[in-house]
């Protein structure tokens, strides 16, 4: 082992001691099936994904832990100017369930601070983050030449011939642009995402009494159609979880393997991620992937260095090109901030600032910002009471409020 990682290894680990020492691990009183998603418990679920669902590794390689410049001397905290006042990093965290935050500059980290049950040993649950790894991963696969873009979901997985995304081509599903009839309500209880909770067994209880335990590779083959979506950006998870079919059956691998060989390995992740695991033996693409907060910056700072870890060329450079160049949705029917031209590109959100600034994004607050004009990253996680927020001032503007509050502290 070379004196520069085992020096890496060593700082890490006594900043971790330190962090950890105060954190508390028992379980709470009342974590179930019907409980674990929301406030207050998911602080600690989100902590402890494996003591409450199925999981299978996503391998780091042990031998090539990638050092993270700036580790052993970065802030435990920051002065950030927010609603024109000045104010601690570590305050506004807790008023938004942050559990949190590395910040990285030039490739450096600056700031990295802990908030709830999170360590930097631990993994934290990433939600929709996870579609962004999918959309690295399926790069990948597409640069070895195992799958073409232009190609429908039907051509790799006859099982989905009739479902709304059959004669879909992949481009066209990687940016959320298909016909399928998936409904993303999380309020609602019989929307397509809820139904696909219960069938997956990701949550139970009442709500889940019509549905079936069956797993993904039975319920995505009974999702419908609905043709005026063609070619209009509507959000819909499954679509993800079918874009992991795709590469499985393209590469006769398991989609948790695939993100390992192709991305965590190489990446130089300092430790296995993992990924929550179906009935059927689906792993769960869409919102199922946990991994330290180091690490989640380090796919943050992979995509600000267009693929490129170190020497290696890991993501082809005009995928992530493409991701930050797109001139704006004219169809967007969304959230737009004055003077931006938001999109979707690969699950990737585009924000359409004119500054190239992206985000990978999932509910319950999970995001990692990646600003190409201040060659920043910074990720986040969080624990908010529910997927939207779930308190007064919590949710995405006081999380987007806090970014652009970092990026401006540390100009």
Known sequence: MNKLLLSAIIISTATVAAYSENIDDARPEGVTGATWQFGPLNRWAYTHIREILPTKDIPNDSLNIRPMTGIETAETDLKIELDGKTTALSEAMKKQYIDGIVVMKSGRVIAELYDGTLTPERTHLMWSTSKTVTGLTAASVEASGLIDLSKTVADYVPELAK???????????????????????????????????????????PNCADTPVVGNYNFLPNVGRDDSRYDRFNYKSGTTDVIAWVLEAATGKRFADLVSERLWKPLGAERSAYITVDVSGFTLASGGMTSTLRDYARIGQLMLDRGKVGDRQVIPAQWIEDIFNQPGDPTWNGYKADGTNPYYRSFVWGIGDGEGTVQARGVHGQVIDISPSTNTVVAVFSSWPDAGGGAPGVGGEGLGKIINAIKNAIK
């Open 163 to 205: 479902t709304g995304w059959g004669d879909n081509s992949l481009r066209t599903l990687l940016d959320m642009r298909d016909t399928s009839d998936w409904n993303e309500d999380y309020s609602a209880p019989d929307s397509t995402v809820r139904r696909q909770d219960c069938a997956d067994g990701l949550l139970t209880g």
